[in-house]
């Protein structure tokens, strides 16, 4: 895999077995790009913890727009333009 190209100083976020693919580390701390990964397992009692925060209001998510699952480019568009004040979303209806 490829390292994708963010701008320098910029930040490349991948699940965990992208991660490991990944060339161009070197080149990626040349520039200041922090290249980091997680692992995401299902838990359903976290989930439904998280779903009690959030209905109660404890937790909120604030989003930054929305965007037709078709409008994708337009999204990512939007998320390098930077400034960003909270999620991009894709909706599928």
Known sequence: MKLPSPRERGAIFARLRAARKVEGHAKARELGITVSSTQVRSDGAQLARAAELLA???VKVVLDSR?????TAR????????????KLVLTTT
């Open 56 to 58: 109660r209001g404890d």
């Open 67 to 71: 965007y037709p699952l078709v409008d």
């Open 75 to 86: 999204a990512h568009e939007r998320a390098l333009m930077g400034g960003i004040q909270g």
